[in-house]
């Protein structure tokens, strides 16, 4: 089974969640959009790949705004075509953070500005733990979604909608695939003056990662499961 995984940037990587992918007997294709030289110019042209090719479609995070055009204008409207494209094909997509902000903007849905950013780990109310368990995530956002028209809120908080489904769709507003690696590269590509500005310790943040590395394993490998089994219908 072959999986398309949209990497936006280069430090953003499938993590957690393509190890379980690939434990479920997906091969992966990472295609990244932004290289490392233009992660902080990433106005680049991109061609995404026909949506009809694949089995199923990731969609990760990343440090930008959906509704961002004066960042991302030049492939944004891409990736959403991709997006709407797969999910019409009923080919199954998983939209992490920034990719659920796609995906819920590519099916009608909308992205504002949140309330308060979300920074670290947090647990959340879920109206479906065999799905989407409470937790801990990893929370790195600013924005939220809104969820398109006839979309199920799996989960939430106080500050906003946490994951909906649609279809064979599935967007998550927090970060399953989080690894050590990869929250130290954020934190190396502007996340730590972000923690700064937000009053967020970052060794103490670093701290807590490590400490919940196991579970962050298991909770990814239970999203994953829960993905394929109950919301794209692909059986072990």
Sequence with gaps: ?????VQHDHVTEPGLVGARLRERGYDLTEVTVVPADRHHTPD?????????????????????????????GSWIGGELALLRKAHHLGIPVLGVCFGAQALTTALGGGVERSARPEIGWTEIDTHDPALVGRGPW????????????????????????????????????????ITRWMLEGWLAEGGAEECAQQGVDTAELLARSRELEPRA????????????????????
Excluded: K
């Design 1 to 5: 089974m072959r999986a398309l995984v």
């Design 44 to 72: 680049v042209t991109f061609d995404f790949p026909e949506a009809a090719e694949w089995d199923l479609v990731v969609s990760l995070g990343a440090p930008w705004s959906v509704y961002d055009e004066s960042a991302i």
């Design 138 to 177: 990893m929370q790195w956002h600013y924005d939220r979604c809104v969820p398109p028209p006839g979309a199920e809120e799996v989960a939430r908080n106080a500050v906003c909608v946490q994951a909906f489904r649609l279809g064979r769709s599935l967007g998550v507003q927090f970060h399953p695939e």
């Design 217 to 236: 394993r298991d909770n990814a490998r239970r999203l994953v499961d829960g993905f394929l089994d109950r919301v794209a219908g692909v059986t072990h």
